[in-house]
């Protein structure tokens, strides 16, 4: 049997789904190598027989044949993309809420955000205004937020394929539209309202229009081209990186056909001046500011490598993010079940079968396109510190579904050597593998994302939760813990009702609540059961609402009472001061319990806090104290600094000096809660009120 023989197809084919298996377990070293290993025999068995005897070109599609696979596979995305859009997943993340809110202040209070940047919100300022248009015409629900970009995402399709058809032909160019139209990657951000879905839309805009261009002349494709080259600058920054795209890919189509630039000058010219004109506001941005700033220059890899004076990072992040599509995805919940691979097991051996074959043809025009978008917009994920996220690299995802296509393409072409008599076996195989891939994406998708624990959990849901509860309920007021009272999630699904909403802060004079309405509701987030219970001592008798994770663990409680008659206010407490660049005024806590940097009224660090005040120990014996912290803490008990052991107490006053100092990133969590265990007792509590002393 020779290497050419169509008879090693089905061992090439076992071989790949050997390496495809070793590669799903992670990035353990032997299943890591069995799986490269594996997948390096297959493709020499299937890629190398294709070398020699390239497969003849399939019969051209029948425009109506065409036609017919394009409309179902766009029914198709929009089915995915839309099917119970605002549940799945449950929870609106700060980002794109914070964008939302934005276009609601624009909508109802007349706040109009600069041009680029908004102080208000944590997005370019340009997207908010077709937002708020859009939620003039049909409404701000969190469904409405997320359907504006799922509704993006599907217009991104047809430019997909007509970026792809003219490069590879409609074959290919459907199979791209459909694995990118069932892949869980896309999927994702189709559906969560991040803006990064913004890039690929805007991208193959411009491919696609600018393809179009270069071939008719027509200088409102070169116009149209430049608009959308322009327009992508105002979305997510990962699309920076595109900008090296555009120039190569005139150069490739020079290249295939010389003199076609100088034949197209007057419509190049429209293109470079439309899209000049509309990215000037970006470029005088950059250059006032720098074209990287904020986090993109924190987060830029480049420090690390100096840092640790090593291509090490560097090397770390390229393994990791090969790794990803096949063996280890995305460690963030928010983008990808921790652990499981970005591409499913049907897909990920057509994409390394594609991509292998691209390399090998790499002088050609569509696989030299295909590889350089590719590799570019790996870009904005491999240049950073971070673990590979998949929201940074989203541009490269239509890429990717090229080289499934692709491969997907070559093992039909590979099978129908073995005989034209099995032809119709063939297509049927193809045809329970495409179907094959859609049932992994969708059930992986729907059914074990959406309900991982993790990945449920990291979409905000507990101020999504507390945001519907004030929807919901709108016969109370409502005390809100800082944790949801400065969460955009929150803000935004409450916005119809801000008019009823305070922050719940106990540490600067009495609590005051509005007559207006029969019941407050204090909304505290995951931590504060200790608040809750100090809550319920001045009110009790009220009725409590619990979040709870899928494991039954709580992660914030709703507590509703009869609105009190008088301001609440706590005699007993300890003295605060803040100590940071910023003058905070004096603050007295009723508790230490403090899970949110925000407790802490609003201090950015660095800073330290002092606490001083008195311990009243109700009965004399051994006490143990301990602070649970994620900073830097101390305690002092009658000028005596104390660890985790026990010290012997009288009972009575004791004078204690409590220290917490931070010097970490706002975005980091904070915790800050001093415990004690009494004599007698056999665990750890928060210290409560009614043993701490009278405050001034």
């Known amino acids: 049997m020779t290497l050419t023989s169509p008879a090693l197809l089905p061992l090439s084919a076992l071989l790949a789904a050997l390496g495809q298996w070793a590669l799903a377990q992670g990035a353990h070293p032997v299943t890591l190598a069995l799986g490269l290993t594996a997948y390096g025999a297959a493709l020499f068995l299937f890629l190398g027989s294709l070398e020699k005897t390239p497969p003849r070109p399939p019969a051209p599609l029948a425009p109506r044949t065409e036609a017919a696979f394009f409309i179902l596979i766009l029914l198709l ?57 859009w939620f003039a015409l049909v409404g701000s629900s969190q469904a409405h937020l997320v359907l504006f970009f799922a509704l ?53 805009g411009t491919l696609a229009f ?111 993010t090969a790794l990803m599509f096949n063996a280890i995805g995305d460690p963030h919940p928010r983008n990808n079940i921790p652990g499981h691979r970005v591409l499913d097991d049907i897909s990920g051996p057509f994409f390394v079968f594609g991509l292998a074959w691209a390399l090998g043809r790499r002088r050609q025009r569509p696989q030299a396109l295909a590889l350089t978008g590719f590799l570019v917009m790996l870009l904005p994920g491999l240049l950073t510190r971070d673990p590979a996220q998949l929201h940074r690299m989203i541009g490269a995802a239509p890429f990717a579904a090229f080289f499934i296509a692709q ?76 944790a949801f ?69 709580p992660l914030a409680n709703l507590y509703t009472v009869s609105t009190p008659g008088k301001p609440l206010r706590f005699a007993r407490g300890l003295r605060g001061q803040v100590t940071s660049t910023t003058p905070m005024a004096p603050r007295s806590d009723p508790l230490i319990n ?35 912290t994620s900073d830097e803490g101390s305690l002092r008990v009658d000028g005596r600094t104390l660890g985790d052991g026990p010290v012997a107490l009288k009972a009575g006053p004791h004078a204690v000096v409590l220290r917490l100092e931070r010097a970490s990133d706002p975005q980091v969590a904070m915790d800050f809660h001093w415990l004690w265990k009494r004599p007698g007792r056999d665990r750890f509590e928060v210290v409560p009120n009614s043993c701490l002393g009278k405050l001034p």
Request: neutral net charge; hydrophobic residues 45%.
């Open 77 to 133: 995305a929009a089915v995915l993309r839309l099917d119970r859009l605002g549940e799945v997943p449950e929870g609106l993340y700060y980002d794109p809420a914070g964008l939302g809110l934005a276009a609601l202040r624009l909508l109802h209070e007349g706040i109009r955000p600069p041009f680029i940047l908004g102080d208000f919100a944590p997005v370019p300022s340009l997207v908010v205004y077709p937002l708020a248009a």
């Open 485 to 553: 009272y400065l969460h955009y999630s929150t803000e935004f699904l409450a916005y119809d009702r801000s008019r009823q909403v305070a922050e719940l802060d106990l540490a600067h004079g009495a609590l005051a609540f509005d007559p207006a309405f029969s019941k407050v509701c204090f909304a505290l987030d995951r931590g504060k059961g200790p608040t809750l219970e100090l809550l319920k001592s001045f009110y009790p008798g009220g009725e409590t609402e619990t979040l709870q994770d899928p494991d039954g663990f």
């Open 210 to 320: 600018l393809t179009k261009a270069l071939r008719s002349g027509k200088v409102l494709d070169f116009v149209l081209a430049g608009i959308f080259f322009a327009g992508g600058l105002y979305g997510y920054q990962a699309y920076k990186v595109f900008l090296a795209l555009v120039p190569f890919l005139l150069l490739l189509e020079e290249r295939g056909q010389p003199g076609l630039l100088r034949r197209r000058r007057a419509g190049l010219i429209w293109f470079g001046a439309v899209f000049l004109l509309l990215a000037w506001p970006v470029f005088q941005d950059w250059m006032g500011h720098g074209l990287f700033k904020g986090r993109e220059k924190e987060l830029f890899i480049g420090s690390a490598v100096a840092e640790q004076g090593s291509l090490g990072p560097l090397w770390n992040k390229v393994v990791s």
């Open 152 to 204: 993006v995402s599907f217009a991104t399709f047809p430019l997909v394929y007509w970026t792809f058809r003219p490069w590879a032909g409609p074959r290919i160019a459907l199979g791209t539209l459909f694995f990118l139209a069932v892949m869980r990657w896309d999927l994702t951000f189709s559906r969560n309202g991040y803006l990064n879905i913004l890039v690929p839309f805007f991208m193959f």
């Open 594 to 628: 403090f899970t949110n940097l925000g407790d802490l009224g609003g201090v950015r660090p660095p800073f330290a806090m002092e606490w001083r005040g008195t311990l009243e120990a109700p009965v004399s014996g051994d006490y143990s104290f301990h602070l649970v």
């Open 407 to 482: 491969g997907w393409e070559l093992w039909k072409a590979r099978a129908l050597r073995l005989g034209p008599k099995r032809a119709g076996w063939v297509t049927a195989a193809a045809g329970l593998l495409a179907l094959g891939a859609l049932a992994l994406n969708t059930r992986t998708y729907f059914g074990t994302q959406a309900h991982d624990p993790e990945c449920w959990k990291a979409h905000s849901i507990e101020p999504t939760w507390v945001g519907h509860w004030i929807e919901e309920h709108p016969d109370r007021s409502y005390r809100l813990a800082p």
